[in-house]
């Protein structure tokens, strides 16, 4: 059974701080690929990333960068020098192979305020 | 990801009536996944299609809910006899997977915007 758990429910953090959001997961499968989706308040699902479980590099983009950590089954993802533009919820997913469907968690709701 | 059209953005609906809800994919695109998402929740995957055909259903509820893609228009998720329980956001996405290959591999899924049901 596949199960992705964000244990943040909500932060608030000022703009220009850094912030981590936390994604822990469980799958039996030894191969398999974790993303993350951006849900701004208009609604839409945005993708932000997707990670192979055979590359643990960290990866950096902007202002993003994501640690995968495969020996704590963690893929948290930081935001540095936050800004209000980045308040959404944040959702971690996870896709077996084969199958056809991500595993979505609960979501982080971040608020940045100015 | 703006290619995926959905609509209605915002449906209500009083108990027993139905709900319909449509999904054009993104230009080029033949596979549509249905997702819902409970308040303060997950998304949770419910249905995924290609044309004329259910490939996998194994999120939808047995009874009242049903999907399709036809050759022509839009793919329609169809909820029968509505309860206050259905109430949340269905989200439809679209992947150009190619034969062979599977979503994991691509990892290209657009989401639309979400169709918001509200039951009275």
């Known amino acids: 059974a596949q199960k992705v758990t964000q244990a943040q429910t909500e932060i608030s953090v000022v703009e220009k701080e850094d912030v981590t959001l936390d994604c822990v997961y469980e799958?039996?499968?030894?191969?398999?690929?974790l993303f993350w989706y951006k849900q701004p308040p208009s609604g839409e699902l945005v993708f932000l990333i997707r990670?192979?479980?055979?590359?643990?590099q960290n990866e950096i983009s902007g202002r993003y960068s994501w640690n995968f950590q495969k020996s704590t089954s963690s893929f948290n993802f930081t935001i540095t020098a936050s800004q209000v533009v980045d308040s959404a919820v944040y959702f971690c997913?996870?896709?077996?192979?084969?199958?056809?469907?991500?595993?979505f968690g609960t979501g982080t709701r971040l608020t940045v305020i100015p | 990801n703006a290619g995926v059209m959905q609509n209605p953005r915002h449906l209500v609906r009083r108990r027993g009536q139905e709900a319909r809800l449509r999904c054009s994919p993104m230009?080029?695109?033949?596979?549509v996944y249905w997702y819902r998402q409970l308040p303060e929740e997950g998304l949770k995957f419910m249905v995924y299609?290609?044309?004329?055909?259910?490939?996998?259903e194994s999120g939808m509820p047995k009874e009242r809910f049903s999907a399709e893609f036809p050759k022509e228009g839009p793919s329609i998720l169809r909820i029968q006899q509505v309860v206050r329980g259905d109430s949340a956001a269905y989200f439809c996405?679209?992947?150009?997977?190619?034969?062979?290959?599977?979503?994991?591999?691509?990892?290209?899924?657009?989401f639309g915007e979400g169709s918001r049901l509200t039951v009275l």
């Open positions: 230009k080029g695109h033949s596979h």
């Open positions: 990670r192979n479980s055979f590359d643990e």
């Open positions: 799958t039996r499968d030894t191969t398999y690929y």
């Open positions: 299609l290609q044309k004329e055909n259910i490939i996998d």
């Open positions: 996405a679209s992947s150009s997977k190619r034969q062979g290959t599977t979503l994991a591999n691509t990892g290209e899924l657009f």
């Open positions: 997913a996870l896709i077996p192979p084969g199958a056809n469907n991500l595993f």
